[in-house]
């Protein structure tokens, strides 16, 4: 499979979809594949999916990614980005995020160069761009995410993980108050006509004027 993986092309925008494939086999992938690559991998009890994305989908995830990492910044909230680090669930799942961050857990999982989630808790924020069909709210729900962003044409839905099952949400638990549907898409299209700094600066000053109206000034209990 090694072999037949190192032949095979995958256009911008394409998925590779191969059953019947065991962990073992997804984790030889894993390390023949390697860390820097552009694909994105998401294995389900045998499915396993390789996505290349967009161009598209590169830049919003770079460009929101910014936009989480501005708003904790701007209210002194500890936390640590592991980008799209594969999570398993060990033996059956694999997913790898656009952008993660550990908030609430920072602490927990501060200088550890691996995570593992049969001792280490999942990611508190998980993003996916949903730019070609690429979505696997189970696979998040299966290892425990507390909390999914996903973009999709334009509009950003906050899912947060009740039992077994995700509910769309107005607020994020993480930023009570702030209403970052809208902002963040807004601030996103405006890094597309004015550039990525105009908007980070412009976004910075929203969350600080917000979190001044709001209160929002310190890490929520959730």
């Keep these: 499979m090694l072999l037949e ?13 191969l059953h019947d494939v065991s962990w073992e086999e997804f984790e030889r992938i894993l ?14 009890q045998g499915l396993l999916e390789i ?4 161009p598209e989908h590169e830049d919003a995830k770079e460009i929101i990614g ?15 980005s592991l980008g799209s680090t594969t999570f398993k669930q060990t033996g059956t799942r694999g997913i790898e995020p656009d952008q993660c961050f550990y908030i609430q857990h920072e602490a927990v999982i501060r200088g550890k160069n691996r995570i593992d989630l049969t001792t280490d808790p999942p ?21 425990g995410v507390p909390e999914l962003w996903q973009f999709s044409q334009g509009a950003m839905e906050i899912k947060v993980l009740r039992g077994q ?15 970052l549907k809208t902002a963040i898409a807004q601030h996103l299209q405006m890094s597309k006509i004015l550039g990525r700094n105009p908007a980070l600066r412009a976004f910075r000053a929203w969350v600080h004027r917000h979190a001044l109206a709001t209160g929002s000034d310190s890490l929520p209990s959730i």
Excluded at 5 to 17: N, V
Excluded at 51 to 54: D, E, F, G, I, S
Excluded at 165 to 179: A, D, K
């Design 5 to 17: 993986l190192s032949r095979i092309e995958i256009s911008p925008g394409q998925h590779l979809r």
């Design 31 to 44: 390390v023949d594949l390697g860390d820097h690559r552009a694909t994105r991998l998401a294995y389900d």
């Design 51 to 54: 996505t290349m994305p967009l």
């Design 66 to 80: 910014y936009l989480i990492k501005a708003l904790l910044e701007e209210l002194d909230i500890d936390f640590r």
């Design 123 to 143: 990611p508190d924020l998980a993003l996916e761009i949903d730019l070609t069909s690429r979505s696997y709210p189970s696979l998040y729900q299966a290892i």
């Design 165 to 179: 099952q995700y509910v769309c949400v107005e607020e994020s638990p993480n930023f009570p108050g702030l209403p």
